[in-house]
């Protein structure tokens, strides 16, 4: 609940400051209408391309398949760039014929004028100048009209009738005015045109155009386009997608023609070749006599090829044995490392070594136990080396029986060359005559095949990409979005208000309510009044309310004075004064209310009396009165009022008399309670002076008008003053405060509700029976 409070607590400021939060909000959405009045709408337009799939699509017909000549399974991304590029772009530029545009110029904004201008150009020129600049028309009558650029940083202008040629220095021009537009209101606004070059037309091209694929597994690409005008913007995107389908027709045409003519040429050179080929080897065999000899030669080249197989047999068998001898004669080897060095697979090798292997791990454990003089290892050593020498003899007689087999393998080698020679040589020139013609053969087959799909493609005019949707002309603008700038201006307007009334709670830094003055002042608060207009037993209760709260510790007893100051003007003290005073007197106090603001009287107007004898005439030595006769008597009952006087020019001299403590005593005893108006304190010493004569001292802070910097002077007071029986009253607070003066969110009274009583009918026959009984 706290929590709450203090969040209504927050939100009291703007709700008090809602006027400008109002204001900012009308402001700011007054600004965004006006902004969206100039803005330049955009529409947009949208066709949609299917391109075929030579997995799924029309493509993939056996009829078809091959009419694509380069078909690729991935070419979306391909296509978008296709769209996009400079080329492509041109030829979309040429088709639209956008050369020359028209705009007409208002006072505020410029606007592009399209199948509505009052007038066409035509122009001959061949100076690049002319191209991307503005020319100025005015029709200055219904049949004249002026033509006007800058060129070389100097105006050119031209007059001339309509319909007529005019001759510039960068050509000659031909403006067509639309006979319903003569001297309408068409023609009375100020206009311009450009004659645009095509890289100024693709790059506005570019940067309105939008083409993206809308999803990388479907091959669909979408084609966006925005511009102010509706109309262009149907246009454009449906030329792009009409202008790809026609270049994709002329693209797959040409190129199946080129294709066709170049394998016409090739056919035409390859049939040449094939028929000399096989002129050749008919020729061949019918001169020759030639048998199919092809089964013996292929026996005689196996036989060799095995002799030779042999051959690298023995020659690697030797090369292992010329290993395994040098790592033998190496002094020190380590024979445990021997086993990879025999590669030939000889049973007699393999079992030297792995005895020699054996011999070497029995020496190196019983070197573990004995010294190498000892007769067991001396024994080993003797094994190893006859193990070694006969291993030494082994490996000579192996190279003596590799090279006698090397020898008769190279024999048997070199015959069945010889007889592989003795063959017909022109069997040799049979089997080179044959090749040539099969590849002749199948290279003329293959361009026949090519030349027959590739004339398919050419005859069949159509393209297996086509448009899902056209474009419409937009009947909406998307940008720029009216909701959105008024929802984000008004937020803004909100915004800037509640800034501004922060900013104005900061700069005019105001007291508001209790906790302000606790968090700024050590001097207790007694209570608080709150704001209420022209009700007046509403008044005396809240005033009712503040004395009973120093009734509460028996503070308030007779003949005492209840002093009421503030720090500056307009803080409620002498209206105050005068309603404590008023509950003082209806509570049966005999109150005695006296005027002692010498500088600014005006009790005496509040209670419509006259401003006779009063407190300072009392207080003149040099004037003999006592309190009766400078006491008057009011329409209330027990108050009574003691007004200013007439002698209040010295202000400072009369509470300056030695007699004032005494006199104070003798008010205070002519009453039972003695209330004292006194003036402000941060403008005047008065009230500080009569603060130690009266034994309740209230200090008034208005809320919302009393500022901050002024609440230090309580604390001031009593430090500097010694004035311990100070107060602080919060004046003025509104609703949702409490009579202590603490912010609780609502308004804490009781409401009286309304009872209805309801009177029952007596039932007729009740009625009936009391008669007769009467």
Not at 493 to 499: A, C, L, R, V, Y
Not at 591 to 610: C, E, K, M, T, Y
Not at 636 to 644: M, P
Not at 740 to 754: A, D, R, T
Request: aromatic share 8%.
């Amino acid at each position: 609940m706290n929590d709450f409070r203090d969040i209504k607590k927050l939100l009291l400021p703007l709700l008090k400051g809602s006027p400008i939060i109002l204001l900012c909000l009308v402001g700011a959405l007054f600004l965004a209408k006006r902004g969206v009045q100039y803005l330049v709408p955009q529409y947009e337009s949208t066709a949609k391309l299917k391109l075929d799939d030579s997995n799924i699509g029309v493509g993939n017909n056996i009829l078809y398949k091959d009419f694509d000549l380069f078909p690729t399974t991935d070419k979306i991304a391909t296509e978008v760039e296709v769209l996009k590029s400079q080329v492509f772009l041109q030829k979309v530029i040429e088709k639209l014929g956008f050369a020359v545009s028209y705009h007409r110029v208002g006072s505020i904004k410029t606007a592009e004028m399209f199948e509505d201008s009052p007038f066409k150009i035509y122009h001959t020129s061949t100076n690049e100048k002319i191209f991307d600049r503005k020319f100025n028309i005015k029709f200055t009558h219904q049949d004249t009209l002026k033509l006007d650029y800058i060129f070389n940083n100097e105006t050119e202008e031209y007059t001339a009738n309509i319909n007529d040629t005019i001759t510039t220095s960068l050509g000659i021009f031909h403006i067509d005015v639309k006979e319903d537009s003569i001297g309408t209101e068409n023609t009375k606004d100020k206009f311009y045109f450009t004659i645009n070059s095509v890289e100024k037309l693709v790059s506005k091209l570019k940067n309105n155009l939008d083409i993206k694929e809308l999803n990388k597994d479907i091959p669909i690409i979408r084609i966006s386009y925005k511009d102010p005008i509706p109309q262009k913007t149907t246009l454009i995107v449906n030329t792009i997608a009409e202008t790809y389908i026609e270049d994709y027709i002329d693209s797959k045409t040409q190129t199946a023609q080129k294709t066709t003519d170049f394998i016409e040429k090739r056919l035409g050179l390859i049939e040449k070749e094939l028929k000399r080929a096989e002129k050749a080897l008919e020729d061949y065999k019918l001169k020759n006599n030639v048998i199919n000899l092809k089964q013996e030669t292929e026996i005689g080249l196996k036989k060799i090829s095995q002799l030779k197989v042999q051959l690298a047999n023995l020659e690697m068998n030797e090369a292992a044995l010329e290993e395994l001898n040098k790592y033998i004669n190496e002094g020190d080897s380590d024979y445990l490392q021997l086993a990879p060095q025999v590669g030939f697979g000889d049973l007699l090798f393999t079992e030297m070594v792995k005895k020699l292997k054996n011999f070497q791990i029995e020496k190196k454990e019983l070197l573990l136990k004995y010294q190498p003089e000892n007769e067991i290892i001396q024994a080993l050593d003797i094994n190893i080396e006859e193990t070694i020498n006969y291993l030494r003899l082994s490996i000579q007689n192996a190279k003596n029986d590799i090279s006698t087999k090397r020898s008769s393998i190279q024999k048997s080698i070199v015959e069945a060359e010889t007889i592989f020679d003795i063959l017909p040589s022109k069997e040799k020139a049979l089997v080179t005559l044959e090749r040539q013609f099969q590849q002749k053969q199948k290279t003329f087959n293959f361009l026949t095949e090519k030349r027959t799909e590739a004339a398919i493609a050419s005859a069949a005019n159509l393209s297996f990409h086509r448009i899902l949707q056209k474009a419409h002309l937009p009947k909406a603008p998307v940008s720029p979005n009216k909701t959105l700038i008024y929802f984000v201006s008004g937020l803004l307007g909100i915004i800037i208000g509640i800034i501004l009334i922060f900013i104005y709670l900061f700069i005019h830094d105001r007291i508001n309510n209790r906790d302000d003055i606790e968090r700024k002042s050590t001097t207790a608060v007694l209570g608080t009044l709150p704001f209420i207009k022209k009700d007046e037993n509403k008044i005396l209760d809240s005033s009712s309310m503040l004395i009973n709260k120093l009734n509460l510790n028996k503070e308030l007893q007779k003949n005492q004075a209840i002093l009421v100051s503030s720090a500056i003007k307009k803080e409620g003290k002498t209206h105050t004064a005068q309603n404590i005073a008023k509950a003082l007197a209806k509570m049966g106090w005999k109150v005695g209310l006296v005027d002692f603001n010498l500088h600014n009287p005006q009790l005496h107007n509040q209670f419509g009396i006259d401003n006779l004898k009063g407190i300072s005439e009392y207080l003149d030595d040099s004037i003999a009165c006592s309190v009766p006769e400078i006491t008057q008597s009011t329409s209330y009952h027990n108050l009574f009022i003691i007004t200013a006087g007439l002698q209040t020019q010295a202000p400072a001299v009369l509470l300056g008399n030695r007699r004032l403590r005494e006199q104070m005593q003798e008010l205070k005893q002519a009453f039972d309670l003695l209330v004292i108006d006194t003036p402000a304190t941060a403008i005047a010493f008065d009230g500080i002076h009569l603060m130690p004569f009266s034994e309740h001292n209230l200090y008034l802070v208005r809320a919302y008008v009393t500022p901050s910097k002024h609440l230090i002077n309580s604390d001031l007071i009593k430090e500097e003053y010694k004035i311990e029986n100070l107060h602080i009253v919060l004046n003025g607070v509104k609703k949702g405060m409490n009579y202590e003066g603490y912010f609780s969110g609502n308004n804490l009274k009781y409401k009286q509700k309304k009872t209805v009583r309801t009177i029952l009918p007596i039932p007729q026959h009740t009625l009936q029976k009391t008669t007769q009984t009467t």
